[in-house]
């Protein structure tokens, strides 16, 4: 690796993600540029996700108790010893060169900067004719202010602190508020840094009981924004395409 080259720790939240995980790995393992570390913090998966990741060289796991995936995040934060942090869902993909492209940008500046992408959802080959015709799957690439595109330093992360594990959905909208509260900026590329898996257990599939916390984020959203005198359109978007 370049000296100049922050390190680099990507963190991949895992729960019974066997079927793709592996995937997942290969789209971070063969990176243009390499990373020093791969933290794959397991949430008590039942699956035989943890071993498919323990036969991976250069990956580590972490094991915990099931207590979802906010808690799993936290945790990897913990985890993380590069100076800059990466995320992937344990069934999504990255593309080819993803990581030279947001980096460059991220080291151009000093300023705390959240470095975003675009996004493609793709049909997982695995479902059926008649899955892929009631999972909707927007054809065009989309600006996507979410995990799975982010790049940012440690330090900026770990400032804005734990994301909140009273959500089950929406809980990077709540976390990301809270770093535009703080003045960190963010540069969305137009590049396609991300392909976001449709299949049978996407989170927002399985948990449909939580979508109402989508509603009650964006009005804790608002009224910080409001509480910090701003109006609330005035720091940016706010996340799209996002757990």
């Known amino acids: 690796m ?28 063969t990176q243009s540029v ?11 998966s039942t699956d035989d996700g943890p071993a498919i990741v323990e036969s991976v060289e250069k ?3 972490v094991q915990k108790p099931h207590s979802g995936p906010a808690a799993t995040l936290n ?4 985890e993380a010893r590069g100076e800059v942090l990466a995320f992937v869902d344990a069934d999504d993909l990255w593309t080819p060169g993803k990581l030279e492209r947001q980096l460059a ?9 959240f470095v975003f992408g675009h996004a493609k959802n793709f049909h997982s ?21 979410t995990l799975g595109t982010m790049l940012a330093r440690r330090t900026d992360v770990l ?11 929406g809980y990077f909208v709540d976390w990301y508020s809270r ?45 910080r924004k409001r509480a910090a005198g701003s109006s609330p359109a005035s720091d940016g978007a706010l996340p799209t395409n996002s757990p």
């Not at 898996?197 to 509603?215: I, Y």
Request: proline letters at 10%.
């Open 59 to 61: 990956v580590r796991l």
């Open 125 to 145: 080959p695995d479902l059926t004719d008649d899955e892929k015709t009631r999972i909707h799957c927007p054809p065009d690439p989309i600006p996507a202010v």
């Open 2 to 29: 370049n000296p100049a080259t922050p390190t680099i720790s990507v963190l991949i939240p895992l729960y019974n993600g066997a079927r793709y995980v592996r995937e997942t790995l290969d789209s971070v393992l």
């Open 75 to 78: 945790r990897a934060f913990t």
């Open 179 to 223: 770093a535009q509260a703080l003045g960190i900026r963010a540069e969305m590329l137009p590049d396609v840094l991300l392909h976001r898996r449709l299949h049978r257990t996407n989170l927002s599939r399985t948990q449909p009981q939580a979508r109402p916390d989508f509603a009650r984020i964006l009005k804790s959203v608002l009224d």
């Open 34 to 44: 390499p990373v020093s570390e791969i933290v794959v913090v397991d949430d008590g």
């Open 105 to 113: 940008v991220l080291t151009a500046s000093s300023s705390p900067l």
């Open 159 to 169: 400032r804005v602190g734990d994301i909140g594990t009273q959500w089950q959905v």
